[in-house]
């Protein structure tokens, strides 16, 4: 009888662990290079992709990466449709409000005007312009808050749109993170340039889950600051955005 | 040159271009399953329209003026949305504690364990139903004047010779009305052909969302092939692949007409 009540305690644990086993959905955007994007086989690949693989294994969970759209991202996080977004998501208290973020993994980083060349663009006096940004981002908000009174501004459903617009001629300017465009415009062969300072918004990009998911965070926010510690996360943030860095170790 | 045609070759057919031409299938499947069940709805609305017992006209002359009204954009993305919920809020009266509900943060489900999680299969299943009811509505109203054009004397014949109610419907009212609804229901398909191209709305991998994705504007040699703007060339493949099921549509209707027309008298065609 005692071993039948050990064997069903056993069993029960056991079951107990597998569900602990359960796999952890990611969800990323897919089109926003070199975070996250789909690489020649179709998969998602980039910094996030690193980063999670790495978070993953440090927190001893099985993960999953799923695409899915800018917009519906956090309505759909919201919804159960996945637990964690790594999709180049900054920290703002408006997100804040709605669900969770792990701690940075990505340093505060100013956001650019980026311009074709020598179009001359005041950007302090930025006046009857059309100006791109990537609709439900602090660059949106901050646009819609600065800049829509005297010009345009244009909301567009991924980055790459954006920049097929500004190369087409559609817009005169797109605001967006730094380390979106700057790759961009060393790749662009002098088309675009970086115009006008800095612009700080934001406070760095985390991971987002559900406001009830506690347990999930502090494993992340464990695996990131022992990432952090080791150099893997400013090893993979060279890797990706051109030698940048080191943010995280001395 | 050989050079080159190996790498177009290379470039047409690496994981992301298979991705592409493999999501075909969610439009052809889109497609036949929601015109199957537009003629379904449509059969069934008409025959609620024809109906004798008043509530049943009402209901079937209700659903084919008002969904006819509604934009298919709007109904698509209203109708798997709803659908779930409705599902998600049985559930949850039958799966929630109050403990389960008191932990749930999120506003919608009420408890973790009532969420229903929806994936590509799941959203193509209801968007070709959408799709059905979107157009089940227009072929309710193609398909009840249809069987009004079939001539009341045919009826009475077939009532003359002994048929019961329903082996008049079935042997020669439905049997005749095809060579009436066939033009109508031809467009009607059309209709949702072009409708297929919505998919996207419901974060279906679509052809319409991977021509987006590989169109797009690459500048970093990581992500793969740097180039422009390409989006208007894979659009234009998609023009051609619309082209292309308008042609065989008309060439299916075009063979199903003459078959809904044998034995049929001419002046009727």
Redesign the interface.
Known sequence: MKKLILTAAALLALGASAQAQETVRIATE??Y??WN???????PAGFEIDLAAAICAKAEVTCEVI???WD?IIP?L????YDVIMAGMSITDERMETIDFTQNYFPPDPSRFIAPSGAGLDIANLEGKRVGVQGGTIQAAYAEANLAGKNTVVSFG?A??A??DL??GNLDTILADGAYLE??VA??GGAFELVGEDVMIGNGVGAGL???EAELKTKFDDALTALKKDGTLDGLIAK?FDGRGPYFTE | MMDDVNFWLGYLTNGKHLTWYASFQFTIFAAVVGGSLAVVFGLIGATLKNSRFWPLRLIGSTYSSIVRGVPDVLFFLFFPLAFEQGVEWVMASQVCTPDTIAAQSAAWPPCKEANWFLGTPEYLILASVSLGLVYGAFATNVIHGAMRSVPRGQLEAARAYGMTARQVLWRIHIRQMWIYALPGLSNVWMLIVKATSLLSLLQIADIVLWADRLGAPNFLPAVGLVHEDWRWRYYLVLFVFYILVTLVSERAFAALMRRAGRGILVEAR
């Open positions: 897919g089109a290079a070199p994007f789909l690489d020649d086989a179709g998969k695409t899915n759209d519906s759909n919201l919804a159960g449709n991924t790459d749109q920049m097929a190369g087409a790759p961009v790749a662009s559900r406001k009830d990706w």
